[in-house]
């Protein structure tokens, strides 16, 4: 009766010390950047004291970018 008692505790502080160890080494830790509408209403300073403002642009990634051609050495855009 003791021996299971002792194989029981046992598997509980495996358990917990497994769901420590994986916790730590399994977590994903989310990176989070400025929102881009705080960017877009703030005024910035250039060096020579000239105000400006980022104004947002939509641009498509063309398939030849985005297909991981640019990685290639031989890869020369088509003008």
């Known amino acids: ?5 002792k194989n029981i505790i046992t ?3 495996g358990i917990l010390i497994g769901s420590i160890i ?3 080494i399994f977590r994903n830790i989310k990176y989070i ?3 881009s509408n705080i960017i877009v209403k703030q005024t910035y300073l250039d060096n020579n004291g000239k ?3 980022y104004k947002p642009i939509i641009t498509v990634c063309p398939i030849n ?3 991981g051609k640019l990685h290639d050495p ?3 855009e088509k003008h």
């Open 1 to 5: 009766m003791e021996i299971a008692i």
């Open 11 to 13: 598997l509980i502080i």
């Open 22 to 24: 994986g916790y730590f």
């Open 33 to 35: 950047g400025p929102d």
């Open 51 to 53: 105000k400006y403002k």
């Open 65 to 67: 970018y985005s297909m």
């Open 74 to 76: 031989n890869f020369k």
